[in-house]
C-alpha cells in the first residue's frame, strides 16, 4: 500500500494495521535476538568464523528492510493526525 491508499483506511483499518506492524516488529526483535544469541554462543565456545557471520547476514538481510519503516511512519503519522491514540 503506497501513502495514499493508507490515507483511505478506516480508523479501525488503521489501528488494525498499526497492531499488526506492532506485533511484527516485536518477532522481528525476537528473532534477531535468537539470532544474536547464536552468534554469543559461538564467539563464546570457538572463534570467529564463517559460520558465525551467517546469523549475522540474516538478521541484517532478512529484517532490514527500509521500505517497511517508511510505511510504518506513515501509519504512525496518520494515527497522529486523525488523533486516534
Excluded: C
Excluded at 541484517?60 to 501509519?75: D, W
Amino acid at each position: 500500500m503506497t501513502n495514499k491508499d493508507l490515507s483511505e483506511l478506516t480508523d479501525q483499518e488503521l489501528l488494525a494495521q498499526a497492531k499488526e506492524m506492532k506485533s511484527a516488529a516485536i518477532m522481528h526483535a525476537v528473532i534477531i535476538g535468537f539470532l544474536m544469541g547464536i552468534v554469543i554462543y559461538s564467539v563464546a565456545t570457538n572463534s570467529w568464523g564463517f559460520l558465525t557471520l551467517i546469523p549475522l547476514y540474516l538478521a541484517f538481510r532478512v529484517f532490514h528492510k527500509p521500505e517497511n519503516n517508511k510505511r510504518h511512519e506513515a501509519v504512525k503519522e496518520l494515527i497522529k493526525e486523525r488523533k486516534l491514540s
